[in-house]
């Protein structure tokens, strides 16, 4: 009787520590009313912004080890808009992004370092146009907590630095910058 006690005791105890251990990983949809992926870049003088309407992904965030966080995100490229169609267009044509042949964009991490109070250096790759390179988004958590009805989710804010060039978008050199500023507004559900 005493034997089948201690096991059931070590059981419990067990299946305690795998509870605690598994509600440390959390994992969140991105939101895509709520979330958006901006850009600005230089037109002659001044800078022109935009952003991508249609993003998706999923965070998985471990925040007592935040090196165990991953993210994946893919955005739509044909939902770029800069509020002029006729520039809009010109992005989606074979002169800029190519969204017929390359429809979508996507971020995959590779790694996430702590850089201090609630901010991250994620390491990954940015897939466009078939050219992966790899980046470092600067994240900052925005917090956790509940959202509409109860529901938990997490807010995220990113930005990162590119050169066009870099994933073979070169056009209209002289009138338009190859730096690209982007900015990443997050909000995500938790599942």
């Known amino acids: 009787m005493k ?17 605690s251990a598994q509600a440390a990983i959390e994992t969140y949809n991105i939101d895509p009313v709520h979330s958006w992926v901006g850009f600005s ?59 017929a042949a390359f429809p979508t964009l996507a971020f995959k991490s590779e790694s996430w370092k702590s850089t201090g109070d609630n901010t991250y250096d994620v390491t990954g790759k940015l897939t466009l146009k078939n050219v992966s390179k790899e980046v470092v988004l600067k994240v900052k958590s925005l917090g956790f907590g509940p959202g509409m009805k109860g529901a938990t989710i997490s807010g995220w804010e990113a930005a990162v630095t590119l050169d066009r060039r870099d994933f073979g978008i070169a056009a209209d050199q002289g009138a338009i910058g190859n730096i690209v500023d982007v900015l990443i507004n997050i909000e995500a559900d938790q599942q």
């Open 3 to 19: 034997l089948s006690l201690l096991a059931l005791l070590i059981s419990l105890l067990t299946l305690g520590s795998l509870a």
């Open 41 to 99: 870049i230089a037109h002659f003088f001044t800078k022109v912004p935009g952003y991508f309407s249609q993003v998706k992904g999923t965070i998985v965030v471990d925040r007592d080890h935040p090196e165990n966080s991953t993210v994946e995100a893919v955005m739509q490229v044909a939902s770029i808009t800069t509020n002029t169609k006729m520039r809009d267009d010109d992005l989606r044509s074979t002169n800029f992004f190519a969204a």
